[in-house]
């Protein structure tokens, strides 16, 4: 899936004067006080962090409360979407004007109906709302259903991510994945076919030359023998 990457970060975090003998509790709570939030810095939410490192001494700063810094090296997991990456996420509400998914636990995508693409029908089967494709009866997105989906935009601010399902590379996760096991199964088949028809018109071409030149043809001292 898109829209994740892993940073190296070197950051400083301002400790209390009261937490000096709990430093690393302190700089867990720092830290664990960006989680799921966009960071500006790190152009993403940060979901992990593993602190690497920490300096053995810290710069105080002047104050009425003077806060210490504390250098440190972390490893930060980030979700970052950016338009026309593609996300996976489970289908929690299903409407004809919409579908809703949440993306790794944590964030909501809104598919709008002019964003499905005319393939999908809407249908009420067994009393289950459900997009079905006219194209592959197989291919169906229902509540519970972990789909692929375009992202077009993402507001920071509250996590939230407008997809899309036009595109012929989007749908049920499980029904594409199959498609395309199947598909490259096919091309694997095709090129070794083609391969040995290739292999036979080269045997048949060498065929032809060696019948071409059967039976060798006489020199004109070897027809002058004959003749006398």
Not at 41 to 52: E, H, N, S
Not at 67 to 95: C, H, I, Q, T
Not at 103 to 125: H, M, N, P, Q
Request: net charge positive.
């Amino acid at each position: 899936m898109d829209g994740l990457k892993v940073s190296d970060a070197n950051l400083v975090v301002y400790i209390h004067p009261s937490k000096a003998n709990r430093v690393p509790q302190a700089l867990r709570g720092e830290l664990s006080s960006l989680l799921f939030k966009f960071n500006e810095a790190f152009d993403g939410v940060v979901l992990v962090y593993d602190i690497l490192a920490q300096s053995e001494s810290a710069k105080v700063l002047p104050g009425l409360s003077p806060y210490f810094g504390v250098k440190v090296k972390a490893k930060l997991l980030l979700f970052s979407p950016k338009p026309d990456m593609l996300l996976e996420g489970k289908v929690m509400k299903l409407r004809k004007e919409s579908i809703h998914v949440i993306v790794l636990g944590f964030s909501y995508a809104t598919i709008a109906e002019e964003d499905i693409r005319g393939e999908f029908r809407y249908k009420i089967k067994h009393g289950e709302e459900v997009f079905a494709s006219s194209l592959h009866k197989r291919h169906v997105i229902k509540v519970g259903s972990m789909i692929r989906f375009l992202i077009k935009s993402f507001d920071e601010e509250i996590l939230h991510i407008s997809g899309s399902l036009i595109p012929a590379n989007t749908g049920s996760v499980g029904w594409l994945d199959k498609h395309m096991n199947e598909s490259s199964e096919m091309d694997r088949s095709n090129k070794k076919k083609r391969e040995r028809e290739s292999g036979r018109e080269m045997e048949a071409h060498g065929s032809r030359v060696i019948n071409e030149d059967y039976p060798p043809k006489k020199s004109k001292r070897q027809k002058l023998v004959e003749e006398f």
